[in-house]
């Protein structure tokens, strides 16, 4: 009997490797071959997985104008040693096409540093610009102009920035300015920012009469809501300078007739789905199409000289649009009844009422606030009103009250809690959650995730991004369509626009 599975077992195995040996090699990436483009419009979404994108359009009843594009792709976005991303490791795949570990920005395995398509286009003569609705100097800009080994060397990646020669940075702000954090500070990069002729605004009316031929500019919004990054789009308000109008006001100042490079990334899209808030996420998804919309403009009048390349880096949360409680049926409507983010009902709201009330608060006190801000009713018959909480759902916002005063907040120990929050404040995640099924959707993590994302394209050698393709060769198809050779190219140590934070 043995003998005679054994048999069968080697049959099984000479067809498979005939199967295989006789099966075509992987096709190459196809790239563009004709009339390179003078216009480079690259879009990361945060964050931005198929799910994030499809909740937008379903809340909204509309097609997102990525969506739209005639070129649609699938990417994947594994990390050279860990199967599910992070920002630095994608960011730097997109930027350099080369693969590389968690955490390195510019660099590849062996830290040597890589060269960036925006870098390309600035030794080809271009305009180049950087906007983000983080920090600057997060991971997925800094990919474009750094070579360090950590995304944490943010005092080195903000000397990166100076030294990089870019013409416009516009979004959030720099996290260390001084190099507290640093282990051999460079001084203090707001200094050699402007050493390196950057001019440097917050102001709205200031940033609004900004013309052509000014010179280079670093603009960031005046209210960083957190970690020096812009309001969530559901919290900014109309001082603010929306992602929209730091891509618009950067192809009005990058114009030329020689040539720019855009890269504009949609930071919060991440950061509200690691807190699993859908509304927050699908709200900075839709400013982020808006971007878009500013460059789609521009392809208008220059249908013939510009590439419109729009991506994710990778999803976050686990997203998923269909809840066990509301089994087939969907309710995106509903979330329109949330009017704040997390980030702002946390740090502002219950903030206040924290101080207001201190240890003598109760859950009573809190369940406007919650009704209020999130629609979420304590009262009423849930077969007549959605809104209405059930009684078990009632008791996880009561519990997350009481672990919040009994001090089981951000990065707690306990395991359970760590599963229930996420190491974010237990009552904005236990109100977003409830309101997310009740929508219809649900949620598998705080991290990314390892499913493919959609990337789309509009404009010169757009075709060439159909397909389903590695994020190394979104760089590599974005570097044919700049006419430039579609190959890894390496920073000698002198080139690298910051030695020592290659080397530290």
């Known amino acids: 009997m043995r003998a005679s599975i054994q048999r069968k077992i080697w049959a099984l195995t000479a067809f498979l490797a005939l199967v295989l040996a006789a099966a075509p090699a992987p096709a190459a990436t196809a790239l563009h071959q004709g009339q390179p483009a003078k ?46 991303t992070g920002s630095a490791a994608s960011a730097t795949a997109l930027a350099s096409g080369i693969k590389t570990n968690i955490n390195y920005i510019g660099v590849d395995p062996q830290f040597k540093p890589v060269k960036t398509v925006a870098e390309m286009a600035r030794d080809k003569g271009w305009k180049v610009g950087i906007v983000s609705s983080v920090s600057i100097d997060h991971a997925t800009p800094a990919a474009f102009y750094a070579h360090v080994k950590t995304r944490k060397m943010l005092h080195e990646i903000d000397h990166s920035l100076a030294k990089s ?3 416009f940075f516009g979004g959030g702000g720099i996290m260390d300015p001084e190099g507290k954090k640093s282990k051999e500070p460079l001084g203090d990069v707001r200094v050699a920012i402007k050493q390196a002729g950057y001019r440097v605004l917050t102001q709205k009316d200031e940033f609004t009469a900004l013309k052509p031929g000014g010179g280079k500019v670093f603009a960031y919004n005046e209210w960083l809501q957190n970690d ?40 919060k899209i991440d950061w ?11 709200h900075d998804t839709l400013a982020f199409d808006a971007a878009v919309t500013e460059a789609v403009e521009f392809y208008q009048k220059h249908p013939q000289e510009t590439l419109i390349l729009v991506t994710g880096d990778h999803e976050c949360g686990g997203l998923t649009l269909g809840h066990a409680g509301t089994q087939y049926q969907s309710y995106y409507d509903i979330l329109g009844k949330q009017n704040i983010s997390f980030r702002k009902f946390t740090d502002e709201v219950f903030k206040e009422f924290k101080e207001k009330n201190g240890g003598k608060a109760d859950f009573a006190q809190v369940k406007p606030l919650i009704t209020d801000h999130f629609g ?19 008791a996880i916002l009561e519990k997350a ?3 919040i005063m009994a001090g089981k907040t951000e990065k707690s120990d306990n395991p359970e809690t760590a599963l229930l929050y996420g190491g974010y404040e237990p009552l904005a995640v236990a109100i977003t959650h409830l309101l997310n099924n009740k929508a219809g959707l649900g949620w598998t993590s705080y991290s990314h995730t390892g499913v493919p994302v959609a990337t789309s394209a509009l404009g010169v050698g757009a075709v060439t991004f159909n397909g389903y393709y590695d994020n190394t060769d979104v760089a590599k198809k974005v570097m044919a369509v700049m006419g430039l ?11 690298a626009p910051l030695k020592l934070a290659v080397n530290n």
């Open 39 to 84: 216009y480079v419009f690259f879009f990361i979404g945060d964050g931005l997985g198929i799910p994030q994108k499809a909740a937008a359009q379903a809340y909204t009843g509309k097609q997102l104008v990525m969506d739209g594009f005639p070129a649609q792709g699938i990417t994947t976005t594994h990390a050279a040693d860990r199967y599910i």
């Open 165 to 167: 020669g870019f013409d």
């Open 228 to 267: 020096g990054a812009l309001p969530y789009a559901l919290d900014s308000r109309k001082e603010d300078i929306s992602l929209a109008e730091f891509t618009a006001k950067a192809i009005e100042l990058l114009g030329n007739d020689r040539g720019f490079f855009l890269m504009v990334e949609g930071g």
């Open 272 to 282: 509200a789905c690691h807190a699993n808030d859908a509304t927050a996420s699908i």
């Open 376 to 394: 979420l009713k304590f009262e009423g018959d849930p077969k007549q009103d959605q809104m209405v909480l059930l009684p078990f759902q009632a």
């Open 401 to 403: 009250f009481s672990d």
């Open 485 to 495: 050779p579609a190959e890894v190219q390496y920073l000698s140590q002198e080139e």
